[in-house]
């Protein structure tokens, strides 16, 4: 490990590491949500103020202690410096979250992903810092540098735009509400009246498993309205009005 690298970087590689943690810790719960619900409801609003309370974290919390303590010091040991920070971060989420709305309920309902995050990140710091090549990447090529500073925005474009369009099936229940009508939206041409509805409903993962043979309803969001059909596994309407 080069101390006087690491030095030199430690901001920048907190927060690339906090970041990545924000990042997967909004993926968990995304999954989870869709396991558990069929869709990804809340997941674009827990994605925006988590990010707040992550930057606020990062910028008040964590760039100074970071600045007054040794890495080579035991705590940052892979196996040591999680458990740091998953408590560290229970302590920063209950300071924040608690002054700014006194609810102890709120608390506990999201201090899971606090422990998430925490882990994450405690995970990502003491694997970065122990990696000199990565450090003199860091110290020497400004567009590493420029990467790290944007890569909140580089896991967005690839999780909430890149994905959708490469992978819309895969990713459809555990995007966003926005995200999964625009995945909607762009896929439901290629169906017709006449198609088997299950592999209809197989193109949209939890939008459709309650209906049953002889359904029929609609729907209306802020891009599309819909109304469909179906009996003995077949679309027998299927009319849609793409909004502007």
Known sequence: MNIDKIKKVYVILSFLSISLGWFLTNLVYSIYLGLAH????????????SGIFTLISWAVFII?????LDPSKRLFKPYIFPFATIAYACLTYSILVGGLFQSLEL??????????EGLFFGIAYSKFIRNNNFASLLNDNLLIKIGAIFSPVIYMIIWLWLLPRLTPILVFRYVPDEIREG????????????DSFEKFRHAFPGMFDDWRDGSGGGGSGPLIDYNINVKNDTITKLEYTIKK
């Open 38 to 49: 069929g869709k990804a409801s809340d997941s674009g609003v827990i994605l925006f103020y």
């Open 64 to 68: 100074y202690p970071l600045s007054r």
């Open 107 to 116: 608390i506990w309902m999201f201090i899971p992903l606090a422990i998430l």
């Open 183 to 194: 995945i909607f939206v762009r896929n439901i041409s290629k169906f017709k009246k006449g």
